[in-house]
């Protein structure tokens, strides 16, 4: 007789998270525990100030990061490049080749946090596209557009249409990942495709739509990028993530910025997940009856895509009564709130 699933006690491969900010210096030592206590690996992003361009400096930022672990950790940073229009096909060749970057993060220029350096002109880095496609380097992509007519809810799906599809054809061979989709139009584009590209998806953007930004007053620390949608894209997410497909997998997008920049007038965006993280996650399996695929999104798609083994160790999450968490972590620079999901927590990683 098939067993009843054990729905208190769920085992799986130790997760990876493809897409964290990590920051530098005082934030860096303060976040980096948070994210190597449950995670074996994470693509870490590139947005510093000034951003990490060439293979050197991602070299010295990844020694910055493991210099930063603590004790007896064990996490492996997975560095990417900043693609500017100025970047060195050969560069990245070299990086990559060295093992020292795993991906090339293409940031539209003014799309979100720090990304100035950003892409204008698709046409003057093809030649890097091109080398990418060769070596079989992935590019992450920030999909949304930056033309400021564009509705900020649109920008996504316009993305996708005038960005995204010529490239593809342009460079059909380039492995793309959609970084932290947002729409039912991402998750439709991608499901639709049938070959080298593949999309993340946050812990937060399972959780929250745009009420929760700016229902019943202004709620700064659920502003990210790209923003949460309507709750029907909030659903195809849901279902994406759980649907075990191998081309959704986990990218928390983990972004702290202390309070006080989030508080501002004009506040950043960004949300830190990487506290509870695995809690929301399991929370959002159970509750959609699919505890059973959540390592395939935190634990399996991801390293499938990326071409990397995935982790032999284990995490074992239990439920129980309800779990806290620190409303906030202090850094050297000030204190950085942790994501609020709403809801009472019973999954604990043990
Ligand atoms: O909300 C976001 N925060 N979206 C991004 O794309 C960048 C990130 C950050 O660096 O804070
Ligand atoms: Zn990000």
Redesign the pocket.
Known sequence: MPQRPDTTRLTLRRPDDWHL?LRDGAVLRAVLPETARHFARAIV?P?LVPPVVTGAEAAAYRDRILAALPEGARFTPLMTLYLTEETDPDDVARAHAEGIATAVKL?PAG?????ASGVRDFDRVRPVLERMAEIGMPLCV?GEVTDPSVDIFDREAVFIDKVLKPLRKKVPDLRIVM??VTTSDAVDYVRDTPRNLAATITTHHLVINRNAILAGGIRPHN????VAKREKHRVALVQAAVSGDRRFFLGT?S???VDARKLEPCG????FTATNTMSILAEVFDAAGALRQLEAFASLNGPQYYRLPPNEERITLEKGGPVDHPARIESGDGPITVFDPGFRLHWRVV
């Open positions: 900010h992003m947005n940031y799309a979100t946090t720090n990304s920030h970084e932290h502003y990210c990028l790209p997008d972004a702290p910025h950043c965006a960004g949300i």
